[in-house]
């Protein structure tokens, strides 16, 4: 029988050592960008969307939501950029996020039947959605926001998020045109008053 | 290759490890790299020039789908983190050198400018650094390459610093502006943190161990997880012994020279785990300092919009992410602390806009709003130099077990009273330049929510080996074949970033250990 000391050096010896996939000599700069391999993303267009966490009827209320948040206007807003898909994946996989959503939803609806004696929140007028958010809003801003606040502030910052890194949000709204392949660093100035 | 014993056996294969092997190999050495992760294509590996929207969950993962995890924290993978790194590339000073002489606080290093200048000179033609002269004290000037323009947001913050008396400059970065015979210039896609797909921003491959190959001195073995330095009875390192990633099967390399680094806490996790009856604290550890003295470096941040810029027309200048740099002046300064800061300064479009959130309302003003100060972003990213506290240390975690049955291990960092006082110091001297400038702050961080990056200390270097772990050439005190090439080494961390440092202990490293085979001290 071997020793171990000796089975590991035999195994040592099997070890491989690994050659470069390219050879030094090779100019870089001859290299072509390889389009990216997009990795599954928006839904088809057309196909329905199976939210993995809301239910349909809270969906419904999370796209309003997202809309009063980031409306469309010249461009697409936040429902029509898909972020309510966004948001149900990301709260699909955040258990804390899940209770916030949840009282937040239910509380949504009962503040708009305390506040107006109407229906739920997706009953109320256009003012009256608008007028809860702006209370939620100003509590939002507060250090430590809870409750309803801190609802508000999860459901602003995935809207945000989710929005501004969508087609639409990044490309269409904001303009991005980076990631581009430029010879040279442009020279900028600062502009003039 | 049974009876193969190589000159040199090297953990890890980063900005230490890379460049020890590389300047190794060139001058004829036989060097053995291991590296526990597998060989990275820049070319074919990246995520590159992903956008967020081509990922569901929005977040652009480093790397492409089917290649092996790599992650800032814990790099595996030939290359190791300097595939990830930011490049930005400067010289410590005297004063980085001898802080405590200078001001009392933490520890000197057993070298001083003088003894690393020629191998920053040296480092900095090999991997190409651009940059400008800027004649400044406490951030010595190297050889450069010319720096890619200011931005608009960099030009309006100088021009408020300057009126502060305080001076910001043009970045320094190991990332080429003009092309050499092996590697292109730098496209500007603004996307360096994800890994650059042209290797313009130095990497350890394409720029060190690659065209080291052609010397045939040198063998990488990837996949490869060190569980262990060997140390003989007669107390010499006599190679390492590894466990492959994918299959489980041990193996050992022998050689007549061990040089660990693979990132400082996994290099003083290595010593300690490599306990013997020699040295039953854990490796070349008698002076009880191995672990001891982590200092990472700590981060504040405010971000926040140019008024000037709000509204203006969307320009490309996403360009190598942050152009500027605010280098330390508070030597100049009274203050109330020890130590520095500096600051990464960042403006203009970027891919990720998580200060989107943050911008106060809701509604279409809320999305004018963000429209708007989409050019006019402006982020201070500030580093401040930790002095060593007996509460931040790095050490087994002797419960728990990773996926190599090795022990894991954990790095702790406490930030103490001089460290308050510098991170209220460079948030106020940020904010102070951007309300200057004509600017509204957005975001101010929060000392009492740490972050902290650029993993040194633990395995420090002195004169003293009661006190110190290694020697200025990195050499162990206990253990004379023994070398630690990394981060760790840092008696102290200056505030700069500290690659470059790294390299050019390296190379000095190199020197010192070529120089003593020669002699036939390792036999």
Same mark, same amino acid.
């Given at each position: 029988m071997t020793s171990r000391r000796e089975a590991l050096k035999i195994i040592g010896a099997v070890g491989v050592t690994c050659a470069f996939p390219f050879s030094a000599n090779e100019l870089y700069g001859q290299h072509v960008h390889e389009p990216m391999q997009a990795e599954p993303q928006d839904a088809e267009p057309g196909a329905p969307f199976v939210p993995r966490f809301f239910t349909p009827a809270q969906l419904l209320v999370v796209s309003r939501l997202t809309d009063l948040i980031i409306p469309p206007t010249d461009t697409p807003g936040?429902?029509?950029?898909?972020?309510?898909?966004?948001?149900?994946?990301?709260?699909?996989?955040?258990?804390?996020?899940?209770?916030?959503?949840?009282?937040?939803?239910?509380?949504?609806?009962?503040?708009?039947?305390?506040?107006?004696?109407?229906?739920?929140?997706?009953?109320?007028?256009?003012?009256?959605?608008?007028?809860?958010?702006?209370?939620?809003?100003?509590?939002?801003?507060?250090?430590?926001?809870?409750?309803?606040?801190?609802?508000?502030?999860?459901?602003?910052?995935?809207?945000?998020?989710?929005?501004?890194?969508?087609?639409?949000?990044?490309?269409q709204e904001l303009g991005y045109n980076g990631d581009a392949v430029l010879a040279a660093f442009p020279v900028f100035t600062i502009p003039e008053h | 290759m049974p009876n193969t014993v190589f000159d040199v056996c090297i953990v890890g294969s980063g900005a230490g490890g890379?460049?020890?092997?590389?300047?190794?190999?060139?001058?004829?050495?036989?060097?053995?790299?291991? $590296?526990?992760?597998?060989?990275v294509n820049?070319?074919?590996?990246?995520?590159?020039?992903?956008?967020?929207?081509?990922?569901a969950n929005r977040h652009i993962p480093t790397m492409r789908a089917g290649k092996y995890g790599m992650a800032s924290e814990r790099a595996r993978g030939v290359g190791g983190k300097t595939m990830l790194w930011n490049a930005v590339a400067l010289r410590f000073s005297h004063r980085d050198f001898k802080g405590y002489t200078i001001d009392g606080a933490g520890a000197d290093w057993p070298l001083d400018y003088a003894d690393m200048a020629p191998y920053y000179d040296r480092i900095e033609r090999e991997v190409g650094v651009c940059g400008n002269r800027d004649g400044l004290e406490d951030l010595p000037d190297g050889i450069y390459m010319d720096a890619p323009p200011l931005k608009s947001g960099d030009l309006l913050l100088q021009r408020g610093a300057k009126e502060l008396g305080i001076r910001i400059i043009q970045t320094r970065k190991a990332t080429l502006t003009r092309a050499t015979a092996t590697r292109?210039?730098?496209?500007?896609c603004g996307n360096c943190m994800g890994g650059c797909d042209v290797a313009a921003k130095y990497n350890s491959v394409d720029a060190h161990m690659a065209p080291a190959m052609k010397t045939g001195k040198l063998a990488i073995f990837p996949n490869s997880v060190v569980r262990e330095v060997v140390v003989s009875k007669e107390n010499r390192a006599t190679g390492v012994r590894?466990?492959?990633? $994918?299959?489980?099967?041990?193996?050992?390399?022998?050689?007549?020279?061990?040089?660990?680094?693979?990132?400082?806490?996994?290099?003083?996790?290595?010593?300690?785990?490599?306990?013997s009856?020699?040295?039953?604290?854990?490796?070349?550890?008698?002076?009880?300092?191995?672990?001891?003295?982590?200092?990472?470096?700590?981060?504040?941040?405010?971000?926040?919009f140019l008024t000037e810029l709000i509204g203006r027309a969307v320009v490309n200048d996403e360009g190598y992410i942050d152009h500027a740099y605010l280098p330390s002046y508070m030597h100049a300064h009274k203050r109330d602390y020890a130590r520095s800061f500096g600051v990464q300064i960042y403006t203009g479009i970027r891919r990720t806009t998580g200060w989107a959130r943050e911008v106060p309302g809701f509604g279409a003003d809320y999305k004018q709003r963000v429209k708007q100060r989409f050019p006019a972003y402006a982020s201070f990213q500030c580093f401040g130099e930790m002095i060593p506290n007996a509460q931040s240390f790095i050490q087994l975690d002797k419960t728990e077990k990773d996926e190599f049955g090795l022990h894991k291990v954990k790095a702790i960092a406490v930030q103490q009273e001089n460290e308050r006082k510098i991170y209220d110091a460079m948030n106020k001297a940020s904010v102070d330049i951007l309300l200057k400038a004509g600017g509204e702050v957005l975001s101010v961080s929060n000392f $009492?929510?740490?972050?902290?990056?650029?993993?040194?200390?633990?395995?420090?270097?002195?004169?003293?080996?009661?006190?110190?772990?290694?020697?200025?050439?990195?050499?162990?005190?206990?253990?004379?074949?023994?070398?630690?090439?990394?981060?760790?080494?840092?008696?102290?961390?200056?505030?700069?970033?500290?690659?470059?440092?790294i390299m050019a202990l390296a190379a000095r490293a190199a020197d010192n250990i070529g120089d003593r085979l020669q002699k036939g001290e390792m036999a």
């Open positions: 936040a429902a029509a950029a898909g972020v309510p898909q966004y948001i149900d994946l990301v709260v699909n996989e955040d258990p804390k996020l899940q209770t916030t959503f949840r009282e937040g939803l239910e509380s949504l609806d009962k503040s708009g039947q305390s506040r107006f004696g109407g229906g739920d929140f997706l009953q109320l007028t256009e003012a009256q959605q608008v007028e809860i958010l702006t209370s939620l809003n100003e509590a939002a801003a507060q250090k430590k926001p809870e409750g309803d606040a801190n609802f508000f502030h999860a459901i602003k910052g995935l809207t945000a998020d989710g929005y501004y890194t969508s087609r639409v949000g990044l490309l | 890379g460049t020890l092997a590389a300047h190794l190999a060139q001058r004829g050495v036989q060097v053995a790299v291991v $590296e526990g992760g597998p060989p820049t070319r074919t590996d990246f995520n590159t020039h992903a956008l967020p929207f081509n990922f292109p210039a730098c496209h500007y590894f466990i492959h990633r $994918e299959t489980g099967a041990e193996g050992e390399i022998r050689a007549r020279c061990v040089a660990v680094a693979c990132a400082c806490i996994q290099s003083v996790g290595l010593l300690l785990m490599s306990e009856s020699l040295y039953p604290q854990g490796l070349a550890n008698s002076s009880g300092q191995l672990g001891r003295n982590f200092i990472p470096h700590f981060n504040s941040g405010v971000e926040g $009492e929510k740490p972050i902290f990056n650029h993993q040194l200390g633990g395995c420090r270097m002195g004169s003293d080996p009661r006190t110190s772990v290694l020697n200025s050439y990195c050499r162990s005190h206990d253990v004379p074949n023994l070398y630690v090439v990394d981060g760790s080494v840092f008696p102290s961390s200056s505030e700069k970033n500290p690659t470059l440092t």
